[in-house]
């Protein structure tokens, strides 16, 4: 369903700032609309509601529509944000016939909204030509229709504090888990925790072994289709990974086991941690602790080859309208917005992130370079947890929060996500 990402190696490069060039039609030529909604005269006055689940980003965003409020007088944007149980709150919505005129997934969740008839399929609409045809085809189901568009490009990796690794006697991060354990084990002779972990927040845990499965496969699409079709997950390769989850579990600071996704951040930000595996969304809630923080991003060894530390990235997720939206022209003229270089620039400069519309330039900052230096390289994975439905994520969280406190071992973990991804 999602187009495996190494076509996106060639399609994303750094020019000027931090930005996703690419291949295709360019920036802008399907989003006539944009200009044409410029002005609210005389219109009627509409409220859209947002409900969206990226808290850590829910400032920018508020200031991200207030700017298209301000290119678009008439239309006012009420976000509402959950970042706990998201697709059990927005199913109970649509049960209640109260689902918000836009809404957010991964692609495997939009498309079984979609499939569903709960959101619109906007295959047909001018601003879906402002990507490239890689993104397109990432975001375009089997069937030719596409349910959601994504603002970025976004990666996953290990977080690292260069100057606690300096302390240690690293100038780099390791490439393989031998020398991860090394580090590890130079790091707490200098008194250093070596990893951040947040427990309490599963869905952290299931992250991490979504990037151990994406990182230990040769094509994740097709490895997704088979598990779903009842193929096995299980490989040797998988179950070595968990060597490292283990090194992480077992080094991770003593507040591990109640630490919340915020506390992480903090004490990496803090220098309290050395470590912390998370995606690049996190980036700009880690200098709001500490805008001086010196980070990079680095692929996780799961492995003793160093050839094969390759780093998630993927769109990120996207945005949809609901089928049942009293507001649908205003709500795509919001995406047309958001998807035309003018704000795509605006969103993803405040929320810091890596723009998917060609030819989009905002800042530089180290993470990103990290992350756009990996994809130079063709040293990138895709993720595997867009391929799952908002479930089989769920699933994975208690999956890994079993496996953490010692319940079950990886080879049970594996099996139990494989059969809720087969469900």
């Known amino acids: 369903m999602l187009a495996v990402l190494i076509p996106l190696v060639l399609a994303i490069t750094a020019c000027g700032g931090n930005s996703a060039k690419q291949d295709g039609k360019p920036a802008g030529s399907g989003s006539s609309t944009v200009e044409e909604t410029q002005s609210g005269g005389g219109r009627e006055e509409v409220t859209l509601t947002a409900f969206l689940f990226n808290m850590d980003k829910r400032e920018a965003l508020e200031e991200t529509f207030k700017q298209f409020t301000e290119a678009h007088p008439n239309i006012t944007v009420d976000l509402l944000v959950n970042d706990q149980d998201y697709y059990t709150v927005l199913k109970a919505k649509i049960a209640a016939k ?44 089997p069937e030719g229709h596409v349910y959601g568009v994504p603002l970025d490009v976004s990666g996953m990796g290990m977080y690292y504090n260069k100057d606690l690794l300096k302390k240690a006697g690293y100038d780099a ?18 008194g250093i925790v070596p990893f951040a972990v947040s427990a309490a927040d599963g869905w952290t845990l299931a992250h991490m072994l979504f990037t151990a499965i994406a990182g230990t496969t040769d094509d994740v699409k097709a490895l997704a289709e088979s598990v779903k079709s009842g193929g096995s997950l299980v490989s040797d390769r998988l179950v070595k990974a968990f060597d490292t ?14 630490n919340n996704y915020n506390a992480s951040l903090s004490l990496l930000a803090q220098g309290k941690a ?50 049942e939206s009293k507001h649908q022209e205003e709500a795509k003229q919001l995406l047309a917005w958001l998807t035309s270089p003018e704000g795509n620039q605006i969103a993803n400069e405040l929320m810091k992130q890596i723009p998917a519309i060609p030819d989009v330039k905002v800042s530089s900052n180290p993470v990103a370079d990290d992350i756009l230096s990996y994809v130079g ?36 973990a594996i099996d139990e996500l494989a059969a809720n991804w087969a469900k």
Not at 173 to 190: G, N
């Open 98 to 141: 109260q689902v918000p005129d836009i809404v957010m997934g991964e692609y495997g969740d939009l498309y079984e909204l979609g499939q569903a008839g709960h959101i619109l399929d906007l295959a047909g609409e001018p601003f879906v030509g402002n990507y490239s045809d890689t993104i397109r085809a990432q975001i375009t189901t």
């Open 173 to 190: 991060f390791p490439k393989t888990q031998s020398e991860l354990a090394a580090l590890v084990d130079a790091l707490k002779k200098e």
């Open 377 to 412: 390289s063709g040293k990138v994975v895709p993720w595997s947890q867009v391929l799952m439905n908002g479930a089989t994520r769920v699933a994975a969280e208690e999956i890994m929060q079993k496996y953490y406190f010692g319940k079950i071992g990886a080879t049970e």
């Open 245 to 258: 989850l283990d090194l992480i579990y077992g080094n991770a600071d003593p507040q591990a086991s109640t």
């Open 274 to 323: 050395a470590m912390l595996q998370q995606g690049y969304w996190a980036y700009s809630s880690i200098l709001s602790v500490d805008p001086d923080v010196n980070i990079g991003m680095a692929a996780i060894p799961y492995s003793d080859n160093p050839e094969d530390a390759r780093l998630g990235v993927n769109v990120n997720v996207s945005y949809a309208i609901s089928s």
